[in-house]
């Protein structure tokens, strides 16, 4: 079993940045592919970003694209999203969450474990 927390989280505004951090239990983060999801009131969990086993490889979401960076150091356990010109509409709970095949996928099913979400609040 593996636990996810997720920091980092806050009220800013318009134009601001925030580095969430997620730190995961265990001892086999390194072979789990790690995503980025958010949710906003009233809507579905979307996929936010995603980063392999290695690091080596990371997709994003074509509203985040050029604005967020995911990075993670396997050292620490630790999953990182680094976010830049934030908008209202970035506003939501965000969640990290874990994938045991390691695969770099853009969907919420195939992962297997979930963080308890931290907020995220851009005022305009």
């Known amino acids: 079993q593996v636990q996810l927390v997720e920091s980092g989280g806050g009220l800013v505004q318009a134009g601001d940045s925030l580095r969430l951090s997620c730190a995961a239990s265990?001892?086999?983060?390194?072979?789990?592919?790690m995503g980025w999801f958010r949710q906003a009131p009233g809507s579905e969990r979307e996929f936010v970003a995603v980063i392999s086993r290695s690091g080596g490889s990371t997709y994003y979401a074509d509203s985040v694209k050029g604005r967020f960076t995911i990075s993670r150091d396997n050292a620490k356990n630790t999953v990182y999203l680094q976010m830049n010109s934030l908008k209202p509409e970035d506003t939501a709970v965000y969640y990290c969450?874990?994938?045991?095949?390691?695969?770099?996928?853009?969907?919420?099913?195939?992962?297997?474990?979930w963080g308890q979400g931290t907020q995220v609040t851009v005022s305009s």
């Open positions: 265990g001892r086999y983060f390194s072979s789990y592919s």
């Open positions: 969450a874990a994938d045991r095949s390691g695969g770099v996928v853009t969907i919420a099913r195939p992962y297997d474990y």
